[in-house]
């Protein structure tokens, strides 16, 4: 009887397993998909702006009038905002083998909001390397994580940066990182004490070891 059960189990679990897989591998294709289709959607654009028509009518009218036009059709999903948005795409990502498959279209609208390249390619790392949600991404790009990192750091530390992303290989350098720690509500004009420094920290734990990034546990006060 055991042994029914115990093969019983473990074909559930096999199931289970299959399951998971195929779903995960469904989520990620249909990812892909979405991705090129918003690139191809900003290539059309682009070429019809460079054959003809092209910057009067993309400055007046053009995204406007195909935004309701695809809505019509299509239904939602197409605002003009949109179509700015896979236009951009297109433009920093010219070639769709450097477009990865790994980040989502939400990941991108981040990405491509970023004026400035070195940036833009600095949190493309992050994202990559450290697996950052677009939560996780939206946090780091507000907190101004790649001007505070290069800041703290000489032209070949830069450089890295833009090649790695945030690589700590010691403890040494993860203090010498500066952190931005604005969720602890302390007005910077005023003076605390370290023992109320460390207790507005542990009220929000939660938030400074997320500032610190991976590799860092809570073992005790």
Do not use: C
């Amino acid at each position: 009887m055991n042994v029914k059960k115990d093969k019983y189990n473990e074909l559930l679990k096999n199931i289970g397993l299959t399951l998971h897989k195929a779903r995960t591998n469904a989520i990620k294709a249909v990812n892909v998909e979405l991705l090129k289709a918003n690139w191809e959607i900003g290539r059309h654009i682009i070429e019809l702006e460079q054959h003809g028509e092209e910057r009067a009518e993309y400055g007046s009218n053009l995204l406007a009038r195909l935004s309701k036009d695809l809505r019509a059709y299509y239904g939602k999903g197409f605002g003009r905002r949109n179509l700015l948005d896979m236009r951009r795409f297109y433009l920093i990502f010219p070639k769709w083998q450097t477009v990865s498959a790994k980040l989502s279209w939400s990941h991108y609208v981040l990405l491509i909001s970023i004026s400035e390249n070195p940036a833009r390619l600095f949190y493309l790392k992050q994202v990559l390397n450290e697996n950052l949600s677009v939560r996780e991404l939206q946090r780091q790009i507000d907190s101004a994580l790649f001007e505070r990192l290069a800041l703290s750091k000489d032209k070949k530390g830069v450089l890295k940066l833009l090649e790695k992303g945030n690589v700590v290989s010691n403890s040494t350098e993860a203090i010498k990182d500066p952190y931005v720690l604005d969720f602890l509500k302390i007005p910077q004009s005023n003076k605390v004490t370290e023992k109320d420094f460390e207790q507005k920290i542990i009220d929000n734990l939660q938030m400074f070891l997320l500032e610190l990034g991976k590799g860092f546990a809570f073992i005790s006060r």
